[in-house]
Structures are given as structure tokens and as C-alpha cells.
């Protein structure tokens, strides 16, 4: 009864911890009934109690996941057990450590199970770092500043490994059996190691030599662009004309649009940048370009002098945008601000890149599905954290955000209906940061850490065997049988 009353706490927690609106306290605490009730039970019984608390964890997400993305059962299937994975291999592993007075290793090696799922995904799946707890941080700036150091993949580990530290120090009629000392020895390290990281990043500031007056604004449209030369494409884009032109009356100098705003051929094209174009400001909009029997998710980059560039996105939705052929270049303007749309930001490679080459801020246009608005937009916070650049995102059916390179929301707003921001002074120098100079290094760390944590198991377990086949030179006296005595 206990096991099953901690699975489902474990599974509310997840439920509140997780998913696209998050309370990320919760996140913490989800996994230390499972751990504690783990040491308990036997490991079968334990990994049941892990597979029911993840599935209630996910209650909230399967609805999205089926609903709004459309994503076929099988994927949705395949998500839910990878999460089930590691959670399981989690539990399991952090209990047999754990009763085996190794929490040392229990603490600071278990997590990279979690770690290195999260990252096998983001490498072989189609949606990119988009599956990660870190996100579930994205509100709590003094955790969030970790991934300027390892990239999401700290978070994840912080957040696997305070759990199972408090499990050590909570758990057990015995403590000399779970080693509360060495637990809290490696909790203390790991919170001081972070918070002293977290302090100095926090004290880091961007130079107010250089702010940039940007505005953003999202107006009512079709989710996948409105031919503009129909009559309803034509208001809408004289309504965009009249708000952009109002920006940059109060001072815009930089104006972003949302993703896919308009459908447009080589042959409308001129009707856009000419209803857009200002000379004090340069204008992104997202549009749908129709080219040669291709269509391109595109952001169209109309700059003060008249002439135009084109980015088109390069990580499209699946199954949402198969439709449409992706694109493969970078647009850095001025050497300083790159250029992406929407799901782009779910790769931290490519973002790094636009650092690598001198990127400051990142103009997005983006499309969101409203009720993954807050989700969607604090992982563009997150990647600019990274990176120690500014985000501004603009996204119909989500949120207006601008970021600044310490994860400082400088200006946001819902889109629910018609909404536009303008943030009078953005940031448009970052600052150098060590995930963005080394990439995802910390994974590979998760590796090693792995195989300790494995091998101290196999190797517990290889030094009792011997002992309980001799049990009798131990001090205890086996048992004869009557041929013995006779």
C-alpha cells in the first residue's frame, strides 16, 4: 500500500512538474517517494510502481502530443516509453546503489542515465533538444544559468540528482546503510558547485553602451499564410502595414513578425516588402514563398535601403510540414543578428553556430499552438542563455518574448487576439560562454559516470556472491544434515 501511495505521488508531482506549464518545484521532488519506497520493495515491484507514476505524469502531455501536433499513436507510444525508461532505469539503478552503501556514486552517476536519454533523443529523433526537463526550469534564473556551462544537460542532471540525494538522506529505519554523510557531502558539492556558478552568471550584464528599440506584433491569420493577393490577404496586410509603420513611429528598429503571416510567389513578393518596408527599420516576416512547385517556410528580412533577404527554416514540424522543403544556410546580418523561425530553436547546434559567428540577437518569427506558448517560448529563453545572446520571438498563438543573454524576460506578451510589444531597450551585445565555445561536452561526461555507476554494481554484486557460497566461514554455522552427524 505504501508503494502504491508513493507512485502516486510520485505521478502527481510529475503531473504538476512536467508538461507546458510546469511548476518547477515540483519537478525536484517528483522522483524521492518512488526512490524512497524503492529500498523497500523488491525491484520488480519498484519498476511497477515507476511505470505507473511516469504514465500519470503524462496524462497532460498525450492530449497535445495526439491533438494539437497530430503525431501518430506509434511516436506517442515510443515517447512514453523512452520517458518510462529512464525513469525506470533511474529508480532501479539509484536503489541497488543505494542499498549497497554506494551513495556517492548513487548521487552523482545515476543521473546521467537520465542525461544521456535526453541527449540520444535529441540526436536521433526529428524534434531536437525539444524533450528535456531542463525546460521546467526556465522561470528560475539562478538554475536556468547552468546551461551557459553544460547546455540543458546540467539541468537535467541537477534535477535527478538532488532528488536522490534526498532519498539517501531520507530513507531507511538504517542510515549506516545508505550513507546519509556521504549523500549530503555530495549534495552540499553539487548545490555550492551550481549556486557559485549561478551567482557569477547572474552578475554578468550586457553593455548598456548599445541597446536597440525592437517591436513585435501578431495580428489574427491563417495557421499556414494567406495568399496576399487576395482581398482578405490584402487587409491583413495593410493592417500589419499600419502597425509596423506604428512602431517604427515610436521608435522600432527592428520590427519581427511571426511565422508564415503570408503566402507569397515571385510575383506577389513585391506587394509585401513594398506594404512593409520602412526606411528607418528593418522588418522580418514570416512568410509561405511558392517557387518552381516548392513551397519554403521563409523569413523575408526587408532592410531600411530597399532590399530584402531570405532565410528559409531549416528543422520543419513533422508530419505538420512535410509539405514544404526545408532549407540549409544561416543569415547573419551585420554580422550580428542571425536569423531563424520557430523550431529552429529546438537545435542547440544551430544556435551555437550563430554564436560561433558573431551572433548577438536572434530574430524568430514563430507559430505556436497557444497552449504551448509558455513552453515554446522559455526554450528560446534557454537557447539564449546557452549562448549569451538575445532573443527576440515573435509567435502567433503564443507569446511575444524578448530575452536578454542572462534569461531576463525584457518584454513579453500573449497573442491570443491581436497584440504587439516594443521593448525600448534590447540588448544587442552577449557574451562568450563556455557551452556555446564547447558544445555539448557534458554527455560525454554522463558516459563515464555511467559506466562507474554500472560497474560499482556488478562489482558489489560479484564480491557477495563468493561470500554467500562460503557463508559458513563467516562466523555462522551451517546446518547439518543427519549424514553429517553420523
Known amino acids: 500500500m505504501m508503494t502504491i501511495v508513493a507512485a502516486l505521488l510520485s505521478g502527481l508531482l510529475w503531473l504538476g512538474g512536467t508538461g507546458l506549464h510546469p511548476v518547477a518545484a515540483l519537478t525536484w521532488l517528483a522522483p524521492v517517494p518512488l526512490i524512497l519506497a524503492s529500498l523497500r520493495v523488491r525491484p520488480r515491484t519498484a519498476l511497477g510502481a515507476t511505470v505507473l507514476a511516469w504514465s500519470i505524469g503524462q496524462l497532460g502531455l498525450v492530449g497535445y502530443y495526439l491533438g494539437t501536433l497530430r503525431l501518430p499513436v506509434p511516436v506517442v507510444a515510443g515517447v512514453t516509453l523512452l520517458g518510462l525508461a529512464l525513469a525506470g532505469g533511474t529508480v532501479l539503478l539509484a536503489r541497488e546503489l543505494l542499498l549497497r552503501r554506494r551513495s556517492v556514486a548513487a548521487v552523482l552517476c545515476v543521473p546521467s542515465v537520465w542525461v544521456l536519454g535526453e541527449y540520444a533523443a535529441s540526436r536521433l529523433l526529428p524534434n531536437g533538444a525539444w524533450w528535456s526537463l531542463a525546460y521546467t526550469q526556465a522561470d528560475v534564473r539562478p538554475v536556468i544559468q547552468v546551461t551557459a556551462l553544460t547546455g540543458v544537460w546540467g539541468v537535467t542532471y541537477l534535477l535527478l540528482a538532488v532528488p536522490i540525494a534526498l532519498a539517501a538522506l531520507l530513507g531507511g529505519a538504517r542510515p549506516s546503510r545508505i550513507g546519509r554523510r556521504p549523500a549530503l557531502a555530495c549534495l552540499l558539492a553539487l548545490l555550492l558547485g551550481a549556486g557559485g556558478w549561478s551567482a557569477w552568471s547572474l552578475s554578468r550584464s550586457p553593455d548598456p553602451a548599445a541597446p536597440l528599440t525592437v517591436g513585435l506584433v501578431a495580428l489574427r491569420q491563417p495557421e499556414d499564410g494567406i495568399p496576399i493577393d487576395e482581398p482578405a490577404g490584402r487587409d ?251
Open 236 to 486: 491583413l496586410l495593410t493592417r500589419y502595414g499600419a502597425r509596423v509603420a506604428g512602431l517604427v513611429a515610436r521608435g522600432a528598429r527592428v520590427v519581427v513578425l511571426p511565422e508564415k503571416v503570408f503566402a507569397v510567389t515571385d510575383s506577389t513578393l513585391p506587394l509585401l516588402v513594398d506594404a512593409l518596408h520602412q526606411p528607418g527599420a528593418r522588418v522580418v516576416v514570416g512568410a509561405v514563398l511558392r517557387r518552381a512547385g516548392t513551397a519554403s517556410n521563409v523569413a523575408l528580412v526587408l532592410d531600411p535601403d530597399g532590399t530584402s533577404t531570405t532565410y528559409a527554416k531549416q528543422h520543419l514540424v513533422p508530419g505538420l510540414e512535410d509539405w514544404m522543403t526545408p532549407g540549409d544556410d544561416d543569415v547573419l546580418l551585420d554580422g550580428r543578428f542571425g536569423v531563424a523561425i520557430c523550431k529552429d530553436l529546438d537545435f542547440p547546434g544551430l544556435v551555437r553556430g550563430y554564436r560561433a559567428r558573431g551572433a548577438t540577437m536572434l530574430l524568430v518569427p514563430a507559430l505556436d499552438f497557444t497552449s504551448d506558448g509558455w513552453l515554446h517560448g522559455r526554450m528560446a529563453l534557454v537557447r539564449g542563455v546557452e549562448n549569451g545572446l538575445t532573443v527576440v520571438r515573435a509567435a502567433w498563438l503564443g507569446r511575444l518574448t524578448v530575452t536578454d543573454p542572462g534569461g531576463r524576460l525584457v518584454g513579453e506578451t500573449t497573442t491570443a487576439g491581436d497584440a504587439e510589444l516594443l521593448v525600448p531597450a534590447a540588448p544587442t551585445t552577449g557574451w562568450g560562454t563556455v557551452y556555446a565555445r564547447t558544445g555539448d561536452w557534458f554527455p560525454l561526461l554522463s558516459v563515464v559516470l555511467l559506466v562507474v555507476a554500472v560497474g560499482g554494481v556488478r562489482r558489489r554484486r560479484a564480491a557477495s556472491e563468493p561470500q554467500s557460497a562460503t557463508s559458513g566461514s563467516s562466523g555462522r554455522t551451517r546446518p547439518r544434515r543427519p549424514a553429517d552427524r553420523a
